[in-house]
């Protein structure tokens, strides 16, 4: 779908390892997103950041999460001393315009599983 | 916290049948969006919906709108296996945030 890439598609830690998840938008699209899922849930907000700046982090988790979005390059989500609570699917999406029509829709990408051993 | 509750949360049917989901919610949404998730992969878009009371198809697809803007269904219509899947609603606000409904799972069995 919309050219959204995330990799790994696949990821296996180990307790206190570091995750790192890659996102690269749609070509032209500025603005990413960042998604939890677990297993037959819905997708829960975790960021949403534009180039360079992080607009709206209140689903991250305060401590050992964090985002960027630098201007070259792709988006990453790194999770640092996972646990294995943090074993889930990240989905990541991407979208045009600012927020401010509020009509812009994101696009998916597929996704990294993360496994937490 | 703006909350999506979509029902049914899980649907099994024959191949044929017809069938609703409902995305309702307490608060006004900018446009609300339907996806469908086949396992082990992303969401896929099938619409948009911007206007209150609006009326989209898609195929054998019906999507709504409520008129307040805080409710949506999708009807499908002679359910077929292929339309086997995860059914998310979400919705979208001038923050740029989206709110994603639990989602419906549905199963059409032949």
């Known amino acids: 779908n919309a050219g959204v890439m995330q990799n790994p598609r696949h990821l296996v830690r180990r307790r206190g390892q570091e995750a790192r998840l890659r996102c690269s938008p749609v070509?032209?699209?500025?603005?990413v997103y960042w998604y939890r899922q677990l297993p037959e849930e819905g997708l829960k907000f975790m960021v949403y950041?534009?180039?360079?700046?992080?607009?709206?982090e209140s689903g991250m988790p305060k401590e050992r999460f964090s985002a960027e979005f630098p201007k070259e390059g792709p988006s990453i989500l790194r999770i640092q001393q996972v646990v294995r609570g943090d074993s889930a699917a990240y989905f990541c999406?991407?979208?045009?315009?600012?927020?401010?029509?509020?009509?812009?829709?994101?696009?998916f990408g597929p996704g990294t599983r993360l496994t937490v051993l | 916290t703006q909350l999506l509750e979509q029902s049914p949360q899980f649907l099994s049917i024959q191949e044929g049948e017809n069938l609703t989901v409902y995305c309702n919610s307490s608060?006004?949404?900018?446009?609300l969006q339907w996806y469908r998730q086949e396992p082990g992969e992303g969401p896929v878009l099938l619409v948009t919906?911007?206007?209150?009371?609006e009326v989209k198809k898609l195929k054998r697809l019906t999507f709504q709108f409520g008129d307040a803007r805080k409710d949506s269904s999708l009807h499908i219509t002679a359910a077929q296996p292929g339309d086997t899947g995860l059914y998310l609603c979400?919705?979208?606000?001038?923050?740029?945030?989206?709110?994603f409904g639990d989602g419906t799972t549905l199963t059409v069995k032949p």
């Open positions: 999406a991407s979208s045009p315009l600012s927020g401010g029509l509020g009509t812009d829709t994101q696009y």
């Open positions: 070509k032209g699209h500025s603005h």
């Open positions: 950041l534009q180039k360079e700046n992080i607009i709206d």
């Open positions: 608060s006004v949404f900018s446009s």
């Open positions: 919906v911007v206007t209150g009371g």
């Open positions: 979400a919705g979208a606000r001038n923050t740029g945030k989206s709110t």
